[in-house]
């Protein structure tokens, strides 16, 4: 018998289970840092445009207390 042969033999079914299980949990882990990464660049483009958001708020209350104050200036 070749070696090859002597390992089939003694292959067993759950052996085959947990090495299938083992192969879908390092897709499943895969996928999920996949997602998770996806979701930390969409967090970051959000985060972008809330201060974007912000400066331009604080911009136009700033804009506007300068023009009160420039029109009640003589």
Not at 51 to 61: A, F
């Amino acid at each position: 018998m070749t070696d090859r042969l002597r390992r089939e033999a003694f292959a067993c079914a759950p052996a085959m289970r947990l090495e299938a299980h083992e192969r879908v949990s390092k897709l499943h882990i895969e996928r999920l840092e996949a997602q998770l990464t996806r979701l930390e660049g969409l967090m970051e483009r959000l985060e972008r445009r809330l201060w974007l958001t912000v400066y331009g708020v604080v911009g136009v209350i700033l804009a506007q207390a300068f023009q009160g104050i420039v029109a009640a200036a003589p």
